[in-house]
């Protein structure tokens, strides 16, 4: 029997290789369905055993991603926010972990009868329901679900198997199979090669799904006769092989694919009425990431920054603020343990703004702090997140306080000085997952100071991920010695955002700003330090 189903489901699937870029596929399919008017969310199912990624090394998963409901997520669910701005919750992604859990858990309260509990129906009937859920509950038009993995990956089978059922559930005319692919150039031939993509589509085709779109990813154009050729061996009409090549910008790919028509092929396809689509005000930003008229220099002082994606969110709350002022921000990355050894002025004399980002650990903080120090008294723009606010009231506190060795209770426990202490609440945990102070909470802006100028408001609520906290017991002496305390959660009376009067611009942040910026509505605290940092360059 099919179910009855008023949102139509988008199933997007990847496969030859990881990271083709299924989070950008998804998230560009649904800003342009947004933009013809529909109601569009994007659940991400990822088959990996982890109930979340926030036990996850940002070296090897990238960054976790917090939601407004305290999710700690797959940072493609960042993507999702960015291009449809819709902010995503806990339910947007399910993981293989989180799947188990529930069925097990339903087994130990005896909901199964005795039965014997079995990847299908009891996994893949629970995957099926988190789909529902994300739907019924949003009351959606379209659900785009990205299939995390590429295909034939042993844990994602599950997954797959689930979304080969719900087009049986619900009906063939309520679902669109989108598999992504690569066509790579193999220069010692000097042609493209379709034969990987072939291969993919017969993986999908023995799992018992026919893909309905190829999303082609490449370097170099594809000819008419290499998309007619995947178009007939993998059972695809010939209008949907979509060319997806390689871009300077994430955000010109949705430009792209509307180009090739996309979007009117899924509205076909789905029987989706819509509006007229509105591209204008993204074309808009698009163009000034591709062509700005300044550019500086800002580090990012950090201890992973082998790996961009540890730090996605903040490198994309760059490209915002930076379209917003219409200018390149070339980002330099700065190892915080070489600067330890080294000193700051080999590595930031050159940059117009410093950033310091969250993280954990002690491992670089002397170099941070001398970081810290070196844009306090040479006057360079700085921004703090996280532990870089932290790093700046160490500093602060050391070097202007007179607290000698102050510290954090993170890296020292028996300090004369615990100016940054673990938050009371944190302090009977014992377990390491989900646990932090996570989510949205409120912030009370002081006015005529730096976080009033950029909000233009007394009250915002801003994304935390955090244990430790500015110790209210030195607050008072903070204060005395210059420190202006400009931002306090009115619940809690915890210090938020610290700022000096007496430097041209000089943010700290214990909270997250990059999670919610978008390329449409840059983060106000990103456009004001970059606007900033061409003040300082000027």
């Known amino acids: 029997m099919v179910r009855r189903s008023k949102t139509k489901y988008i199933f997007v699937t990847g496969g030859v290789v990881s990271a083709l870029g299924k989070g950008i596929a998804a998230a560009s399919i ?46 493609d669910l960042g993507h999702y926010e960015r291009f449809i701005d ?76 689930a979304i080969r059922q719900f087009r049986y559930d619900i009906g063939a005319q309520n679902t669109l199979y989108i598999h992504l692919t690569y ?40 000819p008419k006769e290499a998309k007619d050729k995947i178009a007939l061996f993998c059972n695809v009409e010939k209008g949907c092989v979509i060319e997806v090549k390689d871009q300077s910008s994430i955000y010109q790919v949705p430009l792209e694919l509307h180009n090739y028509k996309l979007d009117d092929i899924i509205c076909e396809k789905l029987n989706l009425e819509t509006k007229e689509i509105k591209l204008d005000a993204w074309r808009q930003y698009v163009k000034y990431i591709k062509t700005p008229v300044d550019k500086v220099k800002i580090a990012i002082v950090g201890k992973y920054t082998g790996l961009k994606d540890s730090y996605k969110s903040i490198i994309e709350a760059f490209i915002h603020a930076g379209s917003a002022n219409k200018c390149k921000v070339e980002l330099v990355w700065v190892n915080s343990e070489e600067v330890e050894h080294s000193g700051p002025e080999g590595m930031l004399s050159e940059v117009h703004g410093i950033l310091i980002p969250g993280g954990f650990g002690d491992r670089g903080i002397e170099g941070k ?45 028996k300090l004369k ?26 912030c009370e802006i002081e006015k005529g100071t730096k976080l009033y100028k950029a909000y233009k408001k007394t009250m915002i609520s801003e994304r935390h991920r955090h ?33 000096l009067a007496d430097h041209p611009w000089f943010v700290g942040v214990q909270y997250h700003p990059e999670l919610k910026s978008r390329l449409t509505k840059p983060h106000p605290l990103f456009r004001d330090f ?7 360059k000027k």
């Open 183 to 222: 066509v790579p150039y193999i220069a010692a031939a000097g042609e493209l090669k379709t034969k990987p993509t072939q291969h993919s589509v017969k993986n999908l085709l023995e799992m018992g799904i026919q893909p309905d779109i190829l999303l082609a990813r490449t370097e170099r154009t594809i």
């Open 369 to 413: 702090l001398l970081s810290v120090k070196y844009a306090r008294e040479n006057e360079i723009p700085f921004f703090g997140i996280c532990l870089g606010m932290q790093c700046a009231v160490i500093e602060y506190a050391r070097n202007v306080g007179g607290m000698k060795n102050a510290n954090s209770t993170e890296f020292a426990r």
């Open 417 to 442: 000085y615990p100016v940054i202490d673990l938050m009371a609440e944190q302090k009977k945990i014992k377990r390491k997952g989900g646990t932090m102070r996570l989510g949205a909470f409120d």
């Open 530 to 536: 970059v606007k900033a940092s061409i003040n300082f």
């Open 86 to 161: 819709v902010n995503m919750m806990k339910i947007n992604n399910a993981t293989a972990g989180q799947i188990y859990d529930t069925v097990l858990t339903k087994e130990r309260k005896g909901e199964y009868l005795g039965g014997t509990v079995q990847v299908v129906p009891h996994i893949t009937n629970e995957i099926k329901e988190r789909i529902h859920n994300v739907s019924t509950t949003n009351k959606l038009d379209v659900l785009i679900i990205e299939i995390g993995g590429t295909v034939g990956d042993i844990e994602g089978l599950p997954f797959v198997e």
């Open 467 to 499: 244990r430790f906290e500015v110790n209210n017991d030195y607050i008072n002496t903070l204060e005395d010695c210059g420190l202006v305390l400009s931002g306090k959660n009115p619940d809690l009376n915890l210090v938020e955002t610290i700022e």
């Open 30 to 75: 649904g800003l342009l369905l947004k933009q013809r008017g529909l109601k569009v969310s994007i659940l991400k199912l990822d088959p990996y055993l982890n109930l979340d990624p926030g036990t996850m090394s940002p070296t090897q998963h990238g960054e976790v991603f917090v939601t407004e409901d305290g999710a700690e997520t797959d940072l």
